[in-house]
């Protein structure tokens, strides 16, 4: 994988902020405005960056990931009227949005988390995702992502783990099920 030199300069940004910091929300604050430039610099972000399966309703570009699954920086595209039910990341990140108008909806949990399968969830926050617009995710937050644009959204993913080495959760707010979170097609 040859790395375009800005995502390299933000791999450089995220390791600092990782040896710098042991609490997530620290490293999370100190990759956003980093993140944040990446997105804004869009000399890096290629057309098939877009292109999406139509099963899963989205296109996941890697376009870093350590080989100790240290440090994931990829690209999540998504078809109109698509998107992800809610689910965890087991790990920090950052999302902030390139092109188009995903709705990021955050999630709280109701139970009490001792029954593996059951979950109770309700909204806390619901936000239109826009060029720029950044959302923090911290390793137990929950939430889920649909485009009601009209075109291919794309957004830029930063994650403190490979989340293909993660076992992490997905949820089913109607029936109340907490399961472990299929795993996405990436590219490379
Ligand atoms: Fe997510």
Redesign the pocket.
């Known amino acids: 994988m040859s790395t375009h030199p800005a995502v390299a300069e933000l791999v450089t940004k995220m390791k600092k902020a990782c040896a710098a910091h042991d609490n997530p929300d620290e490293i999370v604050t100190a990759v956003a405005s980093a993140a944040k430039a990446l997105a804004a610099n869009k000399s890096w972000v290629k057309p098939e960056y877009f292109e999406c399966d139509e099963v899963q309703g989205m296109g996941i570009t890697i376009l870093n990931e350590e080989l100790d699954h240290s440090i994931l920086v990829e690209t999540v595209a998504w078809l109109p009227g698509r998107g992800v039910a809610p689910?965890d990341?087991q790990t920090w990140g950052v999302v902030v949005g390139i092109e188009g108008e995903e709705v990021n909806v955050n999630w709280q949990r109701l139970d009490d988390g001792r029954n593996p399968d059951f979950a109770e969830l309700e909204i806390i926050e619901e936000r239109q995702i826009c060029n720029g617009d950044v959302v923090p995710l911290l390793p137990d937050d929950i939430?889920s992502?649909r485009n009601e644009g009209e075109t291919t959204s794309l957004s830029l993913h930063v994650y403190g783990h490979a989340l293909s080495s993660l076992e992490r959760y997905e949820f089913d707010p109607i029936n109340k099920i907490r399961r472990v979170c299929p795993q996405r097609k990436r590219r490379e």
């Open positions: 689910h990341h939430h992502v």
